[in-house]
């Protein structure tokens, strides 16, 4: 019987050439024309691309997760509350958070054959064109604007709604992008309308044209759930001519230095020291965790941390592993009036199957902050040395997203059709954080801070949009005709359309969790170049949510679809 490592050999020897002479210490394994490190959401839109283009390339997909493409959990909706937490999430923990009483929070990351694609709740809600242009403003490049983005999101739709704004939405992408209300004649919740209205009655209008670049309003949610089936990118994009290693942990990237002392990245090293060349480039796309750790094990980053490790420094670059945001939240629930009437998961008629086509639930609503109070948090934030943007003051841009769900979503209560839930959530976060290794080893996970919940702005933004959420259920005439009240958690008091400040800020604290959008932490501008290029390294790119450099609103994958199809385009064309 074969050991484990004569089995990866094995594996590889079929998969690339052995051209190169293996030596004791770093076997080599041959070599490919392009190594993409992580089979990720980017990593899997890459490497079709390529392979796409010229059959001719070697293009080899390493994933550390393994193919779950027969796992019955990754199929629809039903399974995706199973996934978060197993063997196919990194399950990461972060340090403890001061401004959340010391809790420790998860940080979910796809450890599968085509990441969080495989592990999110199909969402496709793009950001708002304000976000993205501040992105191309801050690097200098039009390219990442919304209008440079643009055609690179559209390749990825097919929308069903592409002919009544084809200007904005694709119509013959890979992934199939319907609203809630379009997905099935028979999907009709009862609370939509009620809902719809409680917004209105707030002062908001519905939004048509949420996905085309203005993100403000009442917006039918986007979702790219196909007949109620998940398109994880490792399906929805063709890796037929992609040479794809699954059950692979990269260690590092091996740099060497031509006389003139000009670096390069020609071979990738497993974890058990063998090495695979690149003859034109690697491509990092292992997420906002793995990413800026493979960078440091390879010696690019803080020269302080890496010596301290033991790991020579080939590039210090104090930036790879700062930036890090995360899109913060608060779930509520709340408990109806007429549990009876079958409003919500459990109760009468929910045995309609195109209920569970996807999330139950109709309509994302975008909000910005009163301009007297965003202006009084960035002051308080300048004084104490935080993040001070005068782009947030601009009276378009959205802060704060909400959703009504008609399920409690896992909250600890009866599933009997007496409660449904919200998601208040920060769109444009200011807190930043950072992340680090402890270790030279790629078994030992980072040190996580994501420093939740530090500025005023966020606190702001976030106790604003949950004041609005109370007031839309308890004290509009069409939100209070269904909502009783806020079911609290254990050990916490209900809110109310009159409480505090401080009585929402002690909540957020309590029970703040992430929505597990984490990115930033290998930014572009700061690690990579606005070609994605790792600065100072040649033949070595990042294409993941890591080189975000600014916050992008809207839920990640759309905006990642349309990253990762410009990055293929720009690998081909430095061909």
Known sequence: MLSKSEKLESTLKRLVPSTL??????????????????????????????????????????????DASENPLTKDIGGASALAGSDLDYNYKTSLQANTNDRVHTATAGKVLGGGSILNYGLWLRGDARDYDQWAKLVGEERWSYKGLLPYFKKSENHVKAKQAPEHRGSDGPIRVTSVFESDPKRRYGLREPVKAAWEEMGLQENPRGDCGSIQGICESLENWDEGKRQPSNLAYCLKNVRVLTSAVVHKVTITSDPDGNLRAPNVVLADGRQIQARKEIILSAGTIKTPQILMLSGIGPAGLLSGQGIPVVKDNAEV?????????????????????????????????????????????????????????????????????????????????????????????????????????????????????????????????????????????????????????????????????EEAPEGMPSLSADSSDAEIDARFRMAGVSHAHAAGSAAMGKVVDSDLRVLGIAGLRVADASVLPVAIGGHPQATLYGLAEQAAEMILQDK
């Open 321 to 485: 592993g700062n930036n890090y945001f995360d899109h913060f939240a608060l779930f509520q629930t709340w408990k109806l009036r007429n549990p009876e009437k079958g409003f919500s998961t459990g109760g009468p008629g929910w045995d309609e199957p195109a209920f569970s086509k996807g999330l139950p639930f109709d309509w994302t609503v975008n909000e910005g902050i009163p301009s007297s109070l965003l202006r009084s948090a960035m002051r308080m934030d300048a004084a104490n040395g935080k993040m001070n943007d005068e782009s947030l003051m601009d009276p378009a841009k959205a802060f704060v997203e909400t959703m009504v769900f008609y399920s409690p979503v896992g909250a600890p209560v009866p599933v009997d059709g007496s409660y449904i839930a919200t998601s208040t959530m920060l769109l444009i976060p200011t807190s930043r954080g950072s992340l680090q290794i402890v270790s030279p080893s790629p078994d030992d996970p980072p040190t996580i801070d994501p420093n939740f919940y530090d500025t005023k702005v966020d606190r702001t933004a976030l106790i604003h949009g949950v004041r609005r959420i109370l007031r839309a259920l308890l004290q509009t005439t069409s939100g209070n005709e269904y909502i009783e009240l």
């Open 21 to 66: 002479t293996s030596s004791k210490v770093h076997p080599s394994l041959g070599e490919v024309d392009y190594v993409i490190v992580g089979g990720g959401l980017t990593g899997c839109v890459i490497a079709s691309r390529l392979s796409q283009h010229d059959s001719n390339l070697q293009v080899l997909l390493i994933e550390a997760g393994i």
